[in-house]
């Protein structure tokens, strides 16, 4: 797998949840940098004992529903 991508909710309180597609990875965040260290950690942990996807995708999901 070359690719890792993170589907990417706002909640809130102004936090961020990222969720991987096709792996059981989950992580959170106040803010979206901190977001983004903490997706590099959690997959570096999951693949500890594998090769990692070279390229981490975060994509930021918003759901607006319209009255």
Known sequence: MSELVFDVTQEADGGYVAEALGESIITQADTWEE???????????????RPAPKTLRLRLVRDEILA
């Not at 977001?35 to 004992?49: I, P």
């Open 35 to 49: 977001l983004r260290a903490n997706v590099r950690e959690a997959v570096a942990a999951f693949y500890f004992d």
